[in-house]
C-alpha cells in the first residue's frame, strides 16, 4: 500500500508540473494569438483577463487530473496513464474548459457569444489535450528507453557471468589404461595434437605453454569438446583453441594459423579451411 501511495504521489506531482506548463500555453497563445476580442481593454487589464483563461485551465486540470483520481484512485489505474492521458478525464477537461471559457468571455470580457466564438473556445481547450497527449507520449517513450537500458544491463551482465563461469570450467582428461590423468581449464587448453595412439596437450600454466603427453586419440577429446564452441579441429591431427589464434597465415604450403603461444605454425587442411575462416572472421 505504501508503494502504491508513493506512485500516486509521485504521479500527482508530475501531473501538477504538466498542468501548469500547460496553462503558462494557454495564456501566451490568447495573449499573442488573441483569439477573443481584447481591444476594449488596455495593457493591464489585458493581461489580468488573459491570465484567467490560465488559472481557469490550471483549475479544472487540477481537479479533474488530481482531485479525481485521489477520490475515486480504484477508477483509474495510474499504470493506464503511461502513454495517453484517460480519455473520460481528458474529454470531461474539455468539456469544462469550453464550459467555463464561454462564461468567462461573456460575463468578465462582456462579448457576446456566437457559433464563431463558440468555435474558437472549442478549439483552444484541445490545446491543453494535445500537450497533454504530447508529454505522456514523451514520457511513455523515456520510461521506455529506461525500460530497455536497464534490460540491456541485466543481459550484459548475465552474458559476463556465462563468460566467467565458461571460463572456469574444466576438463578431465583421462588416458585411456588410465594411468595418467591431466584436469585443465578450457580456456588454457591451447592446441591439442595427434601422435599415433597418443596425443600432445598444449596448455597454459603460469603464463607458459606446457605439454603433456598422454595415451588417447583425438577423436575421443573431441568428443568432450563438442560442446565448447571455441575449440575447432583444423587438421586430422589437430585441434585448436580460437581464442588464442593470433592469425591466419598463407605460406608456400597452404594455410596456417599463428597462434598467441606457440612459435610454429599449426596446418590447415583444405577441408577444414572453410570452418576456420568463419571461426576466424566472424568472432564465433
Known sequence: MGKHNNKMIYSFKNELGRLFFICIGVFLFILFFQPFPLDMLDYNNRLLYVTGFGAITFLFGCIIFILIPFIIPQWFKISEWESDPPYILSALLLTLTATAFAFYIRYVGQVSISLYIMFKVFLVCLIPIFILVILYKNKSLELTIELLKEQNKNYLLKIRDDEKNRDDEKIEIISDNKSGKLTLKYKDIVSIKS??????????????????????????????????????????????????????????????????????????????????????????
Open 195 to 284: 601422435a599415433d595412439n597418443y596425443i600432445e596437450i598444449f596448455y597454459l600454466e603460469n603464463d607458459s605453454v606446457e605439454k603433456r603427453l598422454i595415451r588417447s586419440t583425438l577423436k575421443n577429446i573431441e568428443s568432450q569438446l563438442v560442446h565448447q564452441t571455441c575449440f575447432i579441429r583444423c587438421h586430422r591431427t589437430r585441434i585448436v583453441n580460437s581464442i588464442h589464434i593470433d592469425k591466419l597465415v598463407r605460406n608456400y604450403s597452404g594455410y596456417c594459423l599463428k597462434m598467441t603461444h606457440l612459435e610454429e605454425g599449426i596446418p590447415i587442411s583444405r577441408q577444414y579451411l572453410t570452418q576456420v575462416k568463419e571461426v576466424i572472421y566472424t568472432g564465433e
